[in-house]
């Protein structure tokens, strides 16, 4: 982290076209610097740079300070238990952290405190695990990395806990929604070092973000 | 004879690794010398303001620490048996020892007393940040001293040890629990409903603030008040602007108290270093007044932080207010290293081999008395081994005692003029 310049760490994939179009529109970001495989993007201004992460590494790259912000989403956050400030929502990649079970068995999921040990396959295992033991059930996790829905289906677990975002990949797979962990969406957050240190330019950006906002939602 | 080959085989196998417990390190060569010439430095900035040693044991009853630390520092504490049966913990910080020691044996000397202290302490938390499960804290504790101008020295004393240490541009953001505090009073909310609010205003989420006030049916001004704190921070003016949100007269106690601390700061020279954050909630369940934390570019986490606990040593004995910091010496470490301060030397001045005669030991211990870092090398057959030796070891300057003398220095060799003393060519680094 250098103390005049300021770097800003992306999630790639699902939030990313949606964040580099805010950051274009608020003119941090040139339109032009699309695709590539380039992991450190300049930016449209000379002390602005940008940072390519897996979701997963966001959180961490801000907390380390190694980036003063970052674009990443609350379930990505919220499973890690970050020390970041999260100054502002915004207004893309929603969708719902949940349990899923199978079709033909959705009383399962009533059943499941009746359960000593039900199995549960998810990518957020902190987040399902912390869901399932304030209601009282010790659950097995399966932490899985890809492929959720396919725990059941094969039956390695007997419910899910995965995003959702129109919910069809559930119902392909024969499964149905019964409980909502988490509503999730794109965060802008910050590092707590940077946040002081380089106050004036950090809250420049952050008027200049939500004045885009704003303005998108006026017109 | 290569140093290294001796060096890195035995009985002709590399020696096994021996694997050390999670959260503990090594600290010898650079990162020995660097850690205590940090630690010299502060202790001779906290002994000039007046402050005398306290060395408080390293294991103590779990159930004494239990009693000043919060829930969270509770769970972190390293915990195991006395022979007989008693829970003991290491010291989390050092704090509480102070707390206890002065409630508990010092209540009836005069006050104020102060105390500085520097070790280690120990928390079962995932190595993070630069922090291991053992690490380095120094710091000050003020105790007895209930006003604003105790809180001013503390806070002068930060800055002063932070500049000591070679730091440049740090900020040292600065909070009071008592215009939250004042803020829950007015709201009235159930605690769980606080929590979420700390939660909020932690994270600087205006987002969640926005929904909590909205639940809440929160309105008017309370509602302003909540909505527009994590905005009240910043270098200027923002005492001014939170008299406009004051609900009650602890609110206003608190901005009455800064404003007095605003003017100790000002005659100690250095407002310029800080932050006024009136939503810094950081440590709700431990302080009573100011929080503070320091920050240094390079570096994403705080390495000092401090504050107000007129509430613990009260815990051990009759209550006395306090306020202290500490600052976390690892951080230190590494925020010099990204500031580009040079590193300490750890290495001797000097190397000295060949023959071991009375006139040779006799300069040796001249050098030593002189305040010279002097080794003895007894195994190097020939000046060229002991060269080697020095130069790997960083030594600056060696010495090979034989006829002639022959003196070394960073990769040239001279043999001593005739008539010359050799303790007279070996300088600085």
């Not at chain 1, 399962?108 to 033991?133: C, G, I, M």
């Not at chain 1, 240190?197 to 950090?202: G, H, N, S, V, Y």
């Not at chain 2, 940090?38 to 000039?48: E, H, K, Q």
Request: charged letters at 25%.
């Amino acid at each position: 982290m250098s103390p005049t310049n300021i770097r800003i760490a992306l999630a790639k994939g699902r939030l990313e076209a949606e964040a580099r179009d805010l950051l274009t529109a608020a003119g941090l970001m040139s339109p032009h610097d699309r695709g590539g495989r380039a992991l450190i993007l300049p930016g449209a201004e000379p002390d602005v740079d940008f940072l390519l992460a897996k979701p997963a590494d966001v959180p961490v790259y801000v907390e380390h300070g190694v980036a003063d912000l970052g674009i990443v989403g609350l379930d990505v956050l919220r499973e890690g238990n970050y020390d970041v400030y999260e100054p502002m929502l915004l207004p893309f990649g929603h969708c719902r952290l949940s349990v899923a079970v199978p079709q033909d068995r959705v009383d399962a999921y009533h059943s499941l405190r009746l359960n000593p040990n039900p199995r549960v396959a998810t990518k957020y295992p902190h987040l399902a695990l912390q869901y399932f033991h304030a209601r009282g059930v010790s659950p097995e996790i399966i932490p899985l990395s890809g492929s959720v829905e396919l725990g059941p289906l094969v039956g390695l677990s007997d419910v899910i806990v995965d995003l959702v975002q129109t919910g069809r990949t559930l119902r392909e797979n024969g499964l149905v929604e019964v409980r909502v962990i988490l509503e999730s969406q794109a965060v802008l957050i910050a590092n707590r070092a940077s946040y002081r240190l380089k106050e004036a330019r950090l809250s420049d950006i952050i008027h200049r973000l939500q004045r885009v906002l704003t303005d998108h939602h006026t017109t | 004879m290569d140093w290294r080959k001796h060096m890195t085989t035995y009985n002709g196998h590399r020696p096994p690794g021996w694997p050390l417990p999670h959260g503990v390190i090594d600290r010898f060569w650079q990162e020995a010398a660097h850690l205590h010439a940090v630690m010299d430095t502060l202790r001779d900035v906290f002994r000039a303001w007046g402050y005398t040693e306290f060395i408080p044991p390293t294991f103590e009853y779990a159930d004494t620490l239990n009693t000043g630390a919060g829930p969270f520092l509770q769970e972190q504490m390293y915990r195991f048996f006395d022979r007989d049966g008693k829970t003991l913990a290491l010291r989390p910080d050092m704090t509480i020892p102070t707390a206890r020691l002065v409630g508990s044996k010092l209540f009836d000397q005069p006050f104020p007393q102060r105390f500085f202290y520097s070790g280690p302490v120990f928390r079962y938390t995932e190595p993070r940040a630069g922090l291991q499960r053992e690490f380095y804290q120094a710091g000050v504790e003020l105790i007895g001293v209930e006003r604003a101008a105790g809180d001013g020295e503390i806070l002068a004393l930060a800055v002063e040890a932070l500049r000591s240490l070679g730091l440049r541009e740090f900020r040292i953001v600065l909070g009071q629990m008592e215009f939250f505090r004042g803020l829950l009073d007015a709201l009235n909310l159930p605690p769980k409903e606080a929590e979420a609010l700390r939660s909020a205003l932690d994270r600087k989420s205006a987002p969640e603030l926005q929904r909590l006030v909205s639940r809440w049916g929160v309105k008017g001004r309370a509602r302003e008040a909540v909505l527009q704190l994590p905005y009240l921070h910043g270098a200027g003016g923002v005492l001014k602007q939170a008299q406009n949100y004051t609900l009650n007269a602890r609110m206003a106690a608190a901005l009455d108290r800064l404003h007095a601390l605003e003017q100790v700061l000002d005659a100690y020279g250095v407002t310029s270093h800080m932050v006024l954050d009136l939503a810094e909630v950081r440590g709700m369940e431990y302080y009573t007044g100011i929080t503070f934390e320091g920050f240094v570019p390079g570096l994403g986490v705080a390495l000092l932080s401090g504050g107000r606990y007129d509430d613990l040593v009260g815990k051990f004995g009759p209550p006395q207010p306090a306020v202290g910091f500490a600052i976390t010496l690892d951080r230190v470490l590494r925020a010099r290293e990204e500031q580009g301060i040079p590193p300490t030397s750890w290495t001797p001045h000097l190397v000295v081999g060949g023959a071991i005669r009375a006139d040779t030991v006799h300069r040796v211990q001249r050098l030593r008395a002189g305040g010279r870092h002097v080794a003895w090398h007894y195994t190097a057959d020939d000046r060229q081994s002991l060269w080697t030796y020095a130069r790997a070891m960083h030594i600056p300057w060696a010495v090979w005692c034989d006829d002639p003398v022959w003196v070394w220095h960073e990769g040239r060799e001279f043999p001593l003029p005739a008539g010359d003393e050799w303790s007279d060519h070996v300088g600085e680094r």
